[in-house]
Every structure is written in structure tokens, then in C-alpha cells.
């Protein structure tokens, strides 16, 4: 089952020609999320060929531009191509007037429904559930009310031994009630326990997104173990003042929280404009945290 | 004195890879003017270099998504880059809440201060004059509140003939009078008359922009005679039903406005994501006003 993060944007605060302030898709079992939605983030859809339209849900970390600024495009230009999906969009709550304000003034009237759950950035929550996976918020420490996303799979089933299932030739309408841990009693009445029939489902994985904050250690509970972080890491550590004085982190920061979380693997991002060349930070994190990768704008990381 | 236009975008509704939607940008005189500013229009502005610190004074000709949704980001930018200089924004009304509640929402206080100019886009009248160039609305016919805008140059003082000066060794500080129109009598009180003294001045140069519009003959005395117009062209004439039904104009339509208006060259732009080839429109308009050329993203047009 597909689980794939794709980096639409991995600069801060403004666009550069090489990296466009952030977004991110989540390809999860091919439902598609969007995270953040800087100005820009349909081109860079466009320009990594991601269809906008399978977009269902849109996750608003906070309210600065550069995480916020294309999201109203993005509506505008689904609505223009003739959507009509729905389309679920978490945010803020001064989300939501912020983008009706924007459609009023231009007389729209979109061809597709649009819901907007307005999150609470403080709060540690469920905020959307599927079959197959539940997406929470993670209250983070910036500027202005902020929070994560963190995507976990649901627990599987138990899953089918094959031999054994053919050996005992067991009707396909009991496979599921087996899934689930029902023992089976074949025609003669001999019974299989669950455990012969059955071996455990594969490791549930997920994905923190963690954007923008400070280095803040009451996330790492909540972050502990996942196959994949994504931090920000705005600064190098020479510059961890300035990085406490605007609420954002250093690559070793970022690294520090990975290691004690014990995280399977970290993706740093939302550079500074000044550092034209991001391995530098990549670098000061391995230090820390040796399965560091960058978030470069198009770059497709699997989660493991 | 420079007077030049450079094309940020040139696509109608949605950006493309290869078309952004509107923004344009007027050099005059080294001021520089931007008129209407498309989701992306900053990043533009960095690919074609042009210094965004010294745009003073922006137009927006109406509150359609492709034309203004690169607004907010383009502040922001100029705010996080530490800008010190007074920005001038003219749009309808509604706009100032657009950006106010964005503003307000990330706790961003400018740090420079910005200067709201609300426009009556139904009303042809002055919004801009300094010495050298004024600048006016053009009522436009669209499904919302639109105007173009008319940059003309003011008429400029007589121009000193140069032989005739240094023959009677006119002082320099009556150079202004004489520009002015003045006579001069020299010391042994021989009078000259200004018209051996000066020539006409240059023929003032104008730039007229009209983007969005259906086919509206009430511009054709507001625009005629100018240097160049810019007037959208977002069909060919085949789907003029179309464009009539979305008060847009075809290329055929956009250049019987040149013809009749008799202006010195055409530019058509805005064109429509179905035409890949902006050259279909071209042809179309060359049959009917041959001075005309295509407003491609990054092309710099001089108003001679």
C-alpha cells in the first residue's frame, strides 16, 4: 500500500527560484492530502504532475503566507477546471473567512462542495479517519497558534498464513472472520486456532509533519517512533538565537528531537533563504541524527 | 526617458507552466508601476530581475483571482524583506479587507507603511500624477466591477535649440523661462522670440491597459490615439459566443478596437489555457490591425 510524501516547498517565508515556500502531498493508499499551500503550490503540483483534483483533504498548519497564501488559488483553479468533488479543507478558524471573503469579492459561486473544519492548534486531536488511516494534529510553539499533522496508519488485520489456508481448504467467506482472529472448525469438527491460521499484520506506519515552531520537547510523546519526521530546521545552530527569537529551530535541534524520539527517519525543510545551499544543515543534523534527508522541492520519500 | 512594459503574465484564468496569469509591470521614467499581480507574480519579478523594493505604486483592475491573488504574497515579501519606502495599492474597495484580514490573521504589522487608494472602476478619472506621467481608469464591460488603466505621459516643455542658444549665449538660469515658453531680450535689448529659441516638445507617449472586457466600443475615445494598447484577447473569434457569454473579447474583436481607435500598436495577452499556440491569435488580429504583437511572460515592450 502506497505511503509517499512528495516536498512541494521547502523554503521559508518567501519563494526563491530554486525552492518555493511550503507544501507538502501525502500519497497515502492513493488518497491524496495536502499539507500547507504556499503561493505557488499549484505550479508546483503542475510541475510535478500531481493530478489537483484527487486532492481531497487540505491540512493548514497556521496562518503565515507561506504556508497559507495558495491555498485560494488552489480552490479557485479546481472550481475553474469544473471539480466537483468534495473537497475538505482543516485549518484555522479565521481560515475559513479569509477564503469566503476572497470568493465573494470575484462572485463565486463554486461548482464543487467545499467543507471547512476549523481545527484547534492547541489541541492534541483526532482530525480526520479513514478505513485505513487517522491523521491528529500536534500542537506546536510558533508565533501565532500552530500545529503539525501526524499521519498513522490503522492496525491491520492478522494476515492469512497462505500454506495453511490451502491446506485446510478453508472457504473464502470465513477469510475475513479469520482476518479478525476467529479460530475455524473445519466440516469434521476439527479446530484451528487463530495463531495456526494467521500471522501478525504488517507494522502500522506514519508520518509527523512539524511546522513551524520552536525547539519544543512536548511534542516528542506524541512524535515517538514514527517511520518519518518531517522538522523544520530554518537556521544552523550558530544561529539558535535568532531561531529562539522568531520561534523556529536548527538543523541540530530538529536532529536532537528526532534522536530522542527515536524516529525512523528525519526530513528537514522550510530553509532559510540565506542558506542557498541546504546541506549545510543536512550536514550539522546527521551529526545528531545519521537518517536525515533534505525536503527538496520535488523530491518523493517513501515511508517506510 | 524610459517608458517600457514588461509582461509577468499572459495567460487568462489559471496559471500554466509556460503562461502566468496577469500582471504586467510600467517603467516610466525609472518609476516603476505594477498593474495587476496574479498568484505568482513576485516569483516573476525574481526570474525577470526586476527590483520588487522599487515597485511604489500598484494597480488592480478587479477582483478575479488572476489578477490580484499574487497581491498578498508580494507585500508580505516586501514587509520580510525589511522595505522602508511607501507602497501605493488602487483597487476596489473590497480589496483593502482582503489584505487587512490576511495581514491581521499572521500578526503582521508592516513594517512600511501602505497606503490604500480605493478606485471606482465604473468611473474614467485620474489616480495617479506626478510631473512627468498621469494616470487614469478605463470603465471596462466584465461580469465584475472592472477598469483598465491609461498611463500618459504630461506634455513636456519646449525643447532649446541647441545652435540657436549657444549663438546668443543665453545664460543657463533662464533656460527654465525660455523652456517655459518665455522670449528673451539680451543685455543689449534685442529681443528674441521664444519660437527662434525652442522647438515643440516631444509628442507625449501613452499605455493603455484593458484586461478583462468583452467587446466594449464606449473605451474607443478613452484609448484612441494612444501609443500602444494592451487589450486582452482571450479567444479567437470562433468561440465568440464564449467570449460574449464570460465578457472576454476575441483577437479579431481586440483588434477592430485598435483599428477604430486608431492606436500605434496592439498587444494582446489574457489568452485561454485551450490555445497552447498563441500565434492562432495573433494571425487572427494581424488580418484586422497589423502592429500587433503577443504579450509572452518575460517580453519587454517599449511605448514609443
Request: hydrophobic share 40%.
Amino acid at each position: 500500500m502506497v505511503f509517499k510524501v512528495t516536498i512541494l516547498g521547502s523554503n521559508s517565508a518567501i519563494p526563491t527560484l530554486k525552492r518555493n515556500p511550503t507544501a507538502q502531498l501525502v500519497n497515502h493508499n492513493e488518497r491524496l492530502f495536502l499539507i500547507d499551500c504556499a503561493e505557488g503550490t499549484q505550479m508546483q503540483l503542475r510541475k510535478y504532475h500531481i493530478r489537483m483534483q484527487r486532492i481531497q483533504h487540505i491540512f493548514i498548519s497556521h496562518l503565515h503566507g507561506d504556508h497559507f497564501f495558495g491555498l485560494i488559488g488552489l480552490i479557485s483553479t479546481m472550481h475553474l477546471l469544473g471539480r466537483n468533488k468534495e473537497l475538505h479543507i482543516y485549518g484555522p478558524s479565521a481560515l475559513q473567512q479569509i477564503l469566503q471573503i476572497q470568493l465573494q469579492a470575484s462572485q463565486t459561486e463554486l461548482v464543487y462542495p467545499l467543507t471547512f473544519h476549523a481545527i484547534d492548534p492547541n489541541e492534541y486531536a483526532v482530525v480526520y479517519e479513514d478505513d485505513k488511516l487517522t491523521i491528529s494534529t500536534i500542537p506546536l510553539n510558533h508565533r501565532i497558534p500552530t500545529c503539525g499533522f501526524i499521519f498513522k496508519e490503522n492496525p491491520g488485520k492478522r494476515k492469512l498464513r497462505k500454506e495453511a489456508i490451502e491446506k485446510i481448504n478453508i472457504p473464502v467467506h470465513e477469510f475475513i472472520n479469520i482476518k479478525n482472529g476467529a479460530d475455524y472448525t473445519d466440516i469434521t469438527g476439527r479446530l484451528f486456532k487463530n495463531e495456526e491460521l494467521t500471522q501478525e499484520p504488517n507494522e502500522p506506519r506514519s508520518y509527523a509533519y512539524c511546522s513551524d515552531t520552536s525547539f519544543y520537547e512536548p511534542i516528542i510523546p506524541i512524535v515517538r517512533n514514527v517511520s518519518a519526521l518531517y522538522h523544520e530546521a530554518t537556521f544552523l545552530h550558530d544561529k539558535a538565537h535568532v531561531a529562539a527569537e522568531k520561534f523556529h529551530t536548527t538543523a541540530l535541534q530538529a536532529a536532537t528531537i528526532a534522536k530522542i524520539a527515536n524516529v525512523g527517519k528525519l526530513i528537514i525543510g522550510h530553509f532559510s533563504t540565506r542558506y542557498d545551499d541546504a546541506t549545510l544543515l543536512l550536514d550539522e543534523a546527521i551529526n545528531v541524527f545519521p537518517n536525515t534527508i533534505l525536503a527538496l522541492d520535488g523530491k518523493e520519500i517513501e515511508i517506510e
